[in-house]
């Protein structure tokens, strides 16, 4: 049996957004008031790569992939792995939010099916899946040179409007954030860059101070704005973050993408991110109760303890499940196993021809 061949940027840069994803929300958990802990703010505010840098990885896998199954059978497996998970845990969560908030159950079910708690983001990949039928050949037509850039314009002008309030979307029981035009450009770089990974690399290795300079100006312009008060909202969904993501993303895959090995750590929290997504703010709000309660411990550190709590529990729990057949369908499958697989070698090696063959 011929070993399967991975890019070793899928691993690391989705395992570092997971991690990303934690910790951001471990400081929303334990910050306080963000005026008076302005530094933890400005580290939350520098982490909302994470979710767009998840969105980005998923689009990433539909243009690498060369696989002939059919569009509907792919469908259905994201709904079985995706939207089913998905549902169980926003039903769960309106439990535990009716629990613990006295949240009306009901109403919060169908609040957190519309997207309203954090595993929207299944929501915005499915999108992917489903309307890339129909993008995908008028993306095939257009170079990447004008499809990325203008897919850019497109979402951030729609964000932009809806940032700013120049727009105003009526609540059709789908949040207007949710929507595919607020993440277009994560899907158009994704596919491009899975689609021609290795060209894609050596270009962005060759023009990275550009890449440098857009990571600049939107953390910049983030920071900028959220702290002034300007727009004081931490939110992946603001339009300054997508300069701020694509830069990013722009510099990180490359450098991942020149790996020789995949760290144990990053391998482990990769095959188990969507259920340490999934899971991760369950366990934050428990295990803060107790760390809140440890006399004398500075903030930072109460995060950082709160952190790799959240992150160990939810991915044990979510290889514990996988043990089971019936676990996939609640926390998603497991991914790939970076330590029993092929890693596709940096493009320009002399490996990189034959290699890109067996993919």
């Known amino acids: 049996m011929k070993q399967k061949v991975i890019v070793p940027e899928l691993i690391i840069i989705r395992a570092v957004s997971c991690l990303a994803v934690v910790l951001m929300h471990s400081i929303t958990m334990l910050i306080g008031d963000p005026e008076v802990n302005r530094g933890l703010n400005t580290a939350r ?5 994470a979710t767009p840098t998840f969105a980005y990885m998923s689009a990433f896998l ?8 059919p ?21 769960g969560y309106a439990c535990w939010q009716h629990y613990q908030w006295g949240a009306p159950l009901v109403d919060r079910i169908r609040y957190n099916i519309a997207g309203g708690y954090h595993g929207y983001f299944v929501l915005v990949v499915f999108q ?40 105003s979307i009526p609540y059709l029981g789908f949040h207007a954030y949710r929507l595919l035009p607020a993440w277009f450009f994560y899907y158009v770089l994704g596919y491009y860059s899975g689609r021609d990974r290795d060209q894609f690399q050596l270009v962005l290795r060759r023009w990275w101070p550009l890449s440098a300079a857009l990571l600049a100006c939107g953390a910049g312009l983030l920071l900028r704005n959220a702290l002034s008060g300007f727009l004081p909202d931490v939110t992946s969904q603001r339009f300054e973050v997508v300069l701020y993501a694509a830069g990013v ?19 482990l929290v990769n095959r188990a991110s969507f259920g340490i997504y999934l899971l991760h703010w369950f366990f934050l709000e428990l295990f803060r109760r107790w760390v809140v309660r440890i006399p004398g411990l500075p903030k930072p550190a109460g995060i950082l303890l709160l952190f790799v709590l959240a992150a160990t529990a939810a991915a044990l729990v ?25 890693l596709a070698p940096p493009p320009g090696s002399a490996a990189a021809p034959a290699e890109a063959a067996t993919r």
């Open 45 to 49: 505010l520098l982490l909302l790569f």
């Open 62 to 69: 539909i243009g690498y992939s060369k696989s002939q199954r």
């Open 71 to 91: 569009y509907f059978e792919t469908l259905w497996l994201r709904v079985k792995y995706l939207i089913l998970p998905y549902l169980i845990f926003a039903v």
């Open 128 to 167: 992917f899946y489903l309307f890339h039928p129909l993008f995908r050949p008028i993306l095939e037509r257009v170079p990447a040179w004008v499809g990325v850039p203008a897919a850019g314009l497109v979402n951030i002008g729609y964000l932009a409007a809806l940032n700013l309030g120049l727009v």
């Open 249 to 267: 993303i722009l510099l990180a895959f490359p450098l991942a993408g020149r790996a020789r090995r995949i760290p144990s750590v990053l391998n």
């Open 318 to 342: 979510t290889f514990a499940l996988n043990r089971w057949r019936w676990g996939a369908y609640v926390v998603g499958r497991l991914g790939v196993d970076g330590s029993k697989a092929r």
